[in-house]
């Protein structure tokens, strides 16, 4: 089974709203990673949180990471319709280093 | 910078025939590239492994003697689909690793097999 689960599975805003999606995984882990993918295209890496960071911001984006139960968030603030694509979080394994399983993603709506 | 680049973006062919995509990493030499296939609103699913110079390792379930993946260089990864099926229909996806983090990933090759 995929080692990320996100929720929600979609997510449907106006722009200026924030917007938050979380992701939760199952084994021990080096990192976290966010990417945002358009429809058809490549991936786009947002941000990485390290498994001994608790926050980390770049920009609109805002990552949690709760080892402990074993989550994350990705917030985005006052978002745009250009943010309109699928988001998903990947887990870079701590027994398979650099190998990242990717969670089923968010798919994101930002009404203009 | 820590471009990666897809060759074709997409490809067309007839049921039986082989199909070679590449990755490039334009700016960065790249130890290590990995190959995902991505099925429509789906995931994406890590295929292989490719590290330069030596075999590659596939993920449990994926065909290596299907699909044949080649890293002879550190900027170059390729993936052949040999007698692609329409089932081999999807959206590949290679991604190139500079250090044991970060993956930076191409645009993704869509193919379609008649």
């Known amino acids: 089974s995929q080692q990320g689960e996100e929720d929600p599975q979609a997510l449907s805003i106006q722009e200026g709203e924030n917007a938050t999606m979380n992701c939760s995984y199952k084994?021990?882990?080096?990192?976290l990673q966010w990417y945002r993918q358009n429809s058809g295209r490549g991936l786009v890496h947002l941000i990485l949180?390290?498994?001994?960071?608790r926050e980390k911001h770049s920009g609109r984006l805002r990552v949690t990471l709760d080892t402990s139960k074993k989550s994350s968030s990705l917030l985005i603030t006052a978002s745009r319709a250009a943010d309109t694509a699928s988001y998903f979080c990947?887990?870079?394994?701590?027994?398979?280093?650099?190998?990242?399983?990717f969670g089923a993603g968010t798919i994101l709506r930002v009404k203009s | 910078g820590a471009v990666v680049s897809q060759h074709p973006s997409w490809v067309i062919c007839k049921s039986g025939t082989s199909v070679k995509i590449e990755c490039r990493s334009l700016?960065?030499?790249?130890?290590?590239m990995f190959w995902y296939r991505q099925f429509p609103k789906q995931s994406l699913m890590l295929m292989a492994t490719?590290?330069?110079?030596?075999?590659?390792?596939?993920e449990q379930g994926v065909e290596k003697d299907k699909f044949l993946i080649n890293h002879a260089s550190l900027t170059l990864s390729t993936l052949t689909v040999t007698s692609a099926h329409p089932e081999d229909s999807s959206f590949y996806i290679c991604?190139?690793?500079?250090?044991?983090?970060?993956?930076?990933f191409g645009p993704g090759t869509r193919l379609l097999v008649l």
């Open positions: 991604s190139a690793s500079v250090q044991r983090e970060t993956q930076y």
């Open positions: 084994t021990s882990i080096n990192n």
């Open positions: 949180i390290r498994s001994n960071e």
């Open positions: 990947a887990t870079d394994l701590m027994e398979y280093g650099n190998k990242l399983v």
């Open positions: 700016d960065f030499q790249a130890t290590t």
């Open positions: 490719s590290n330069e110079g030596s075999k590659a390792t596939y």
